[in-house]
């Protein structure tokens, strides 16, 4: 059982988490900006007419989505000193978040843009309004509101996914997990710590998808 | 030079072959006890009791709010601390069981919510017990909701089976990277260990891709 | 003319709308059937028929919401589905009124009605604002200015839709099933303003079954039925002495209710 359960240790190692958990938030919020724009890119790539743009982004989508982000990780971490990019594991890891969560955002950008009512574009399009100005006015401002929460949803997943980082070396939180676990043959004292660290961020994260889907739900239709 | 690449890679055929063996048959396991545990979970989950409903509620909270990597780890270093002494492969089996179960749990959970109250009343009215309502009348209905998701969390088992190569299961990405070690060329190897996935996950990704546009038929698509 | 504008093929003379032999497949189903109809400038038609009849389709046709396959349509001296033609542009000479409203529903109801103004036709905001207001008090929705779609009755979001339209100025007005979502108490303040509309003298086509409607302003009734015209001719002749079997059987049906 865990009587010899230590929480001196972990006191003793806090700053290592506290290091780690700034590392996770930053990394992570970096590479969901990235992921974001990859995203973004995807989408506009996707919505296009012609094949010569739709194929290729609809490739990288599935791609992404039919295999798993370790072996993409792996992918970038073996493959791109191959390439002659050898590149700091900190940076790749944010490279594979990236480029892994954009998928799933182009995804869901997409989705939100097509969920507005076929009327609405209908009635703009009646209207005698241009492409742009259809998506500027009438399309994005709604599909903006159905998107934040699966965003943010989103979110979640990539903060949960950076975790993976540790098997290549970067010194986030899990990885504190780890050498507090070897370093000190205490796995548990590790590992739940770092489990709590995260459900804290989790907990955020959701608390702000609860918010910001009371704010939008109000935002539109006052009653 | 790329000649013996390509030796040595056809060398790790069998040990290929194998990783992509285990990543199915360690997936195939956890979604069906995943499924199985997931639906009786989200039976109870709508259920009539709060006590219960919380609990599950808050343990899927759990399981949802940290990194399966650290669940994997507390599954494989701590539970022998109980006593309880596992193999990399049944932990992996556990954890990912515990995994889809408590997603699936949410999914048929949601299913079962969107059908109306007045379907519940009519087979109330009818005399049908509760188990009957829940086979009969209620589970059919919430089945038109939970197939999609459903299909597209078995996608996310697989890949999240990978996950398990890191307390040393032999799978498909654990095979990649001891190949890689020997064959230093990691755009290949790793190429190559993404085909094994996605022959796997791409058939499931569309098949949840035609659930879905069956069900939102209804939903007319932006094509101006 | 005698028979209520029809022009034959061929007539160089063109009213607003000019249909001419127009076909239209969706797949293998001919839902348009070599239609011919001429729409003069300052006249209501009224296109009615069984669902399915092609009505709807028929007016879509007109601003490019469907595209023709065959023969021509030209609408206010434009030729619709040329390549030359710049379809945005004669977009804004047309207003559309959908049988769903399709009010923005992020918008309040004088921002409904300005966006096109201000972004469409680079009107300045405050004159837009202004001009929007007039219309909505037009419309009887002085006081909804500021209300959103959601906050208000089908029959008032319709009207917001009707001012909408009007805020663009356009030279015609097509109005697609305009009452057939509302709840029967709304129909009657909706028809009003479409009554005003037409008295000031607005080229419209109205999809519509209400006959009442027709009475009072059209000019000319069309029937539909399998994508073809089976009948045009003025509101008293089409109701009073309906020539086909159709037609008769049609009205029949309507008119019991």
Known sequence: MLENFSFRTIVEYLPLFGQGLVTTVWLSAISFVGALLVGIALCAMNLQRGWLFRAPAKAYIDAVRATPLLAQLYFLYFGLPRLGFVLPELVVGILALSLNSGAYIAEIIRAGILSIPRGQVEASVASGMTYTQRMRLVVLPQAFKVTIPPLLGQAIVLVKDSALLSLISVAELTRAGQLLASDRFMPAEGFLTIAAFYLLLYYGLKALAGLSGRWLGTAGART | MMWQQFVSLAGSYPLALRGLGMTVVLSLISLVLGTLLGFGLGILRTGGSRLLSSVIGAWVDLIRGTPFLVQIFLIFFILPEFGIELDAFTAGVIALTNLAACFICEIVAAGIRSVPSGQVEAALASGLSRWQRMRQVVLPQAMRIVLPPLVGQYVLLIKDSSVVSAIGLTDLTRVGWLVVQRVPNGLLVFFLVGVGYFIVCYPLIMLARRLERRMGAAHGEVQL | ?257
């Open chain 3, 1 to 257: 003319m005698t028979k209520a504008g029809m022009t034959q093929p061929g007539l160089t003379k063109t009213g607003m709308i000019d249909f001419r032999d127009v076909n239209k497949w969706f797949g293998a189903l001919n839902v348009l059937r070599d239609i011919t109809l001429s729409v003069e400038p300052r006249e209501v038609v009224v296109v009615c028929g069984p669902s399915g009849s092609g009505k709807s389709t028929l007016i879509r046709c007109i601003n490019g919401l469907e595209t023709i396959k065959d023969g021509h349509l030209i609408v206010d001296g434009q030729r619709v589905g040329d390549p030359a033609t710049n379809m945005t542009q004669l977009r804004t000479e047309i207003g559309f009124v959908f049988q769903s409203f399709n009010l923005y529903p992020h918008k309040t109801a004088l921002e409904n009605v300005t966006l096109a103004p201000i972004h469409v036709r680079k009107i300045p905001r405050a004159e837009a604002e202004q001009a929007g207001r007039e219309l909505l008090a037009k419309v009887g929705l002085a006081d909804k200015v500021n209300a959103y779609p959601a906050q208000l009755s089908g029959g008032q979001q319709q009207r917001v839709a009707i001012a909408r339209c009007l805020g663009m100025r356009p030279k015609i007005m097509l109005f697609d099933e305009p009452t057939s979502a509302l709840d029967p108490e709304m129909i009657s303040e909706v028809l009003d303003v479409m009554v005003a509309v037409a008295e000031e003298g607005m080229t419209m086509m109205v999809v519509t079954h209400e006959m009442g409607f027709a009475r009072k302003v059209a000019q000319r009734v069309v029937f539909m039925d399998a994508g073809a015209i089976v009948e045009s001719g003025t509101p008293d002749e089409f109701f009073s002495h309906p020539k086909t079997d159709r037609s008769r059987a049609f009205l029949s049906k309507i008119l019991r209710h």
